[in-house]
């Protein structure tokens, strides 16, 4: 939901369109067109997503039920976007509302709910849906955490996004927000001047990484990720599951929160 | 589905967005904050109108009839929202393919599939589906042309947009081609220099009008406007549909070509 797939090397659709706009030499501002064409990509993705759950031919109550989760889900992720617009706009500064972005945006639509979505299509009950939560909202934050920190720290031939990507586009993540919580007024001005610069060196990028080191954000942050999958971790074990289901979940776990930097 | 409700006066979403952000002094583009905001916010609306359909109690076997109409629609109208950009961004020039954006942009979703939709909805067969067809696609068609002289010689006091309004964003419209199709090449080049001007001045705005006279389009449009009314209102009364039915459509089809220039 990014707008962006270039970790996998591709440009994003936008950019294709405006691509396509000017090597045809079209009227008009190419990334205007690109845009459009994306916006409405979006939404045919969006309507065909739903025409394939109501078109699988489950039975009539699971898909009722099914479709209820996904409504929801829906919702939640509109309204997690909306959040992290909001959180990009304001200029960050709040590792509360940063972590609610990463619930909204993340763990709920990356995780809970899909799963929450499968259970319930295969008929299962309450109390599996309890402990997908439980294990799916952590993990899906410390998703998210694992996220910000590759953004900042990941290696390029490994992210598939230039060093210091995140940095760059100046995003307000909760790694940034702790950093900027414990900075010194030096180190406040550091951020200042780097976040968000589209020319960011080599240097600044370095210097960036440095203050979130020295304040002890990056700490912070890995030491949450490790709680989160803790929780997350016992919450599977709890949860009553099939021993090849929860030892699929636990790999999932490890996979979407390892360090790879 | 333009981005717009400035018919009716009032800015549309990302507009009011974009200027909530400079009113709070945001970081960013108060632009790109606006276009985000209203492109979410029409996520949401695309996914909350198939979950009202979705809850909407209804029996299971129309709910499902319903939902096919419902998913045709949706998938029809991004693809002519899509020729419709494409139009544009091609600077136009073909009457027929003007008038397929029209079918697919307006007649369809606009006229056609909400019929098909109630009809399905309210069990009824083939017949008066046919019928709707008959009477909601030459409609819709003369509908979308009424809507392309409106904005090129509809008052503003009606249409609540500035006189002109289509020729200064440069729209490309069936009537636009027309025109192009038999100009002479002083009036094309009057064409040229002026459609899409955002300063386009009320000089601007008469000549452009004069050149769509003087070339017949405006005459051979309301002509083909006439005809797709005869076509929608011979199928309407042909329609197996009650007296009261067919008198609404027919009234509908009046409101909907008036001409209130």
Redesign the interface.
């Known amino acids: 939901m990014d707008g962006s797939d270039t970790r996998r090397g591709l440009p994003a659709v936008h950019r294709r369109f405006a691509s396509l706009?000017r090597s045809?030499s079209?009227?008009?501002d190419p990334e205007a067109?690109g845009?459009?064409?994306a916006?409405?990509?979006?939404?045919?993705c969006?309507?065909?997503s739903?025409?394939m759950l109501?078109?699988s031919d489950l039975p009539?109550d699971r898909l009722l039920a099914g479709?209820q989760v996904y409504?929801q889900m829906?919702?939640e992720l509109?309204g997690g976007?909306?959040l992290d617009?909001l959180e990009?706009?304001?200029?960050g500064g709040s590792v509360e509302r940063a972590l609610r972005v990463a619930r909204y945006k993340s763990a709920k639509y990356t995780i809970e709910k899909p799963l929450h979505l499968g259970a319930v299509l295969a008929g299962a009950g309450q109390e599996v849906l309890d402990g997908y939560s439980g294990y799916g909202l952590p993990l899906g934050e410390a998703f998210q955490l694992r996220d910000d920190v590759l953004g900042v720290f990941g290696d390029p031939s490994v992210t598939g996004k230039p060093a210091g990507d995140d940095l760059r586009e100046?995003k307000r993540t909760a790694l940034v927000a702790m950093a900027l919580e414990q900075a010194t007024p030096a180190q406040a001005a550091v951020v200042r001047r780097h976040l968000?610069d589209p020319h960011l060196t080599a240097d600044g990028v370095a210097r960036l990484r440095e203050v979130i080191e020295q304040t002890g954000a990056l700490r912070r942050v890995e030491g949450l990720i490790d709680e989160l999958m803790d929780d997350a971790l016992t919450a599977l074990h709890a949860a009553p599951l099939a021993g090849d289901a929860r030892e699929v979940l636990a790999q999932l776990a490890i996979a979407a929160t390892a360090r790879a930097t």
Chains 1, 2 share one sequence.
């Not at 916006?39 to 045919?44: A, K, R, Y």
């Not at 990009?88 to 200029?91: E, L, M, T, V």
């Open positions: 706009h045809e079209w009227v008009g067109f845009m459009g064409a916006v409405l990509l979006g939404d045919l969006l309507a065909w739903d025409e109501s078109t009539a479709h409504d829906r919702t509109m976007q909306y617009l990009q706009a304001r200029g100046g968000g």
